[in-house]
């Protein structure tokens, strides 16, 4: 007996699917036009100024008397013995320069803060003692124009540091690894003259210096340069498009109607695709023992016994050795598999409306 042509049916569930996914691309445009219709307020953005900011730490590492070292201090980006270390000099420069006049208001202080940090078992690293040491006092200055300079200098006393954590150290009976950090922070505000205050800016410049340790390497921890632009935000009110609110939801209203029909559509071609896969997966493992009948045989003179399952008439096939007899009562959705032995008739039905899923 010849299969049912699988490819068929497939084409036709692609074919729904290509037209179900149009339809929701129908509905999204739909559902925009109608969000669209009630979007009544409009958001513009005027620049108001732009400004950029450059920040740098430099500092030198100042020598106690020794005899290896002929230099009074060393510069950056060294490896330091913690031993020869007499004071670090640091140098904070921060500018600041905005595209238009400004009045402003800003302020600036720097803070060395000790840490302690203790790792537990878990080799998780957390903070058990800090200390802030006010280095350079908070300063305010209040100014108008385009530009903003800070230029400070600052001795930095990492012997009384160090001596800190290790008292500290001693007391606990901790191995804690500790450094201090030194903040230089900024912080603007302001606007354009006679204006509402648009600026709000903070930097801070951090140099983080290990303690306890018999040579240290800083790491500088911050952005040397930004830049941003300030704008001014103003909302226009519109009114509600008609058209378009109306066109949006009778987009809607027809594409969820056909988008129905074609769901309906294609879970019935599925189960039709389900019931020719069931249909040819029988003919390929019994097509020796099934015979293709061309017309319904005529059933009126049987008793009809309806078996449940095909391997129950696979089992009365061998033993009664009568052939069995498959007739298609409608196409692509029933089919009937007969054994006629005398008065009896043995069925079993294959029905699409059955099947739930491939493998049946």
């Known amino acids: 007996m010849k299969p049912k042509n699988e490819n068929k049916i497939i084409l036709k569930q692609w074919v729904h699917v290509f037209i179900i996914i149009i339809l929701l691309v129908g509905l999204s445009f739909g559902l925009w036009m109608v969000?669209?219709?009630?979007?009544?307020?409009?958001?513009?953005?005027?620049?108001?100024?732009?400004?950029?900011?450059?920040?740098?730490?430099?500092?030198?590492?100042?020598?106690?008397?020794?005899?290896?070292?002929?230099?009074?201090?060393?510069?950056?980006?060294?490896?330091?013995?913690?031993?020869?270390?007499?004071?670090?000099?640091?140098?904070?420069?921060?500018?600041?320069?905005?595209?238009?006049?400004?009045?402003?208001?800003?302020?600036?202080?720097?803070?060395?803060?000790?840490?302690?940090?203790?790792?537990?078992?878990?080799?998780?690293?957390?903070?058990?003692?800090?200390?802030?040491?006010?280095?350079?006092?908070?300063?305010?200055?209040n100014g108008t124009g385009n530009t903003i300079t800070i230029d400070k200098n600052i001795t930095v006393d990492y012997k009384t540091y160090d001596q800190v954590m290790s008292d500290f150290r001693n007391e606990f009976g901790l191995s804690v690894d500790s450094r201090v950090d030194v903040a230089f922070k900024i912080s603007i505000t302001g606007g354009l003259p006679d204006g509402e205050q648009t600026l709000q800016e903070t930097n801070t410049m951090t140099l983080q210096i290990p303690l306890l340790k018999q040579t240290i390497e800083i790491k500088p921890d911050y952005v040397n340069t930004g830049h941003d632009t300030i704008y001014k935000s103003t909302e226009d009110t519109s009114d509600i498009n008609i058209p378009l609110l109306v066109f949006g939801i009778a987009l809607i209203l027809l594409m969820l109607f056909f988008l129905v029909k074609e769901v309906k559509r294609l879970l019935s071609v599925t189960k039709k695709s389900e019931y020719v896969l069931s249909f040819n997966k029988l003919l390929k493992e019994y097509g020796d023992i099934i015979a293709e009948a061309e017309n319904v045989p005529d059933l009126s003179k049987y008793d009809i016994v309806n078996i449940k399952l095909f391997n129950d008439l696979v089992d009365i096939e061998e033993e009664l050795h009568s052939p069995i007899i498959c007739a298609e009562i409608r196409e692509d959705m029933e089919s009937w598999f007969l054994i006629m032995n005398n008065d009896t008739a043995y069925r079993y039905v294959l029905r699409y409306e059955d099947l739930d899923h491939f493998n049946r």
């Not at 409009?42 to 108001?48: A, D, F, M, P, S």
């Not at 740098?56 to 106690?64: F, G, Q, R, S």
């Open 35 to 141: 969000a669209k219709s009630f979007n009544r307020d409009i958001n513009t953005k005027e620049e108001l100024y732009s400004y950029n900011y450059n920040s740098n730490l430099d500092y030198k590492v100042y020598l106690k008397p020794n005899n290896f070292f002929t230099a009074q201090y060393l510069g950056m980006n060294k490896q330091y013995i913690t031993s020869l270390i007499d004071h670090i000099d640091v140098n904070a420069k921060y500018s600041f320069q905005s595209s238009k006049e400004l009045t402003y208001t800003y302020s600036y202080d720097m803070v060395a803060t000790v840490k302690g940090t203790y790792s537990d078992g878990d080799a998780k690293s957390v903070e058990v003692w800090s200390k802030a040491y006010p280095i350079l006092p908070a300063e305010t200055k």
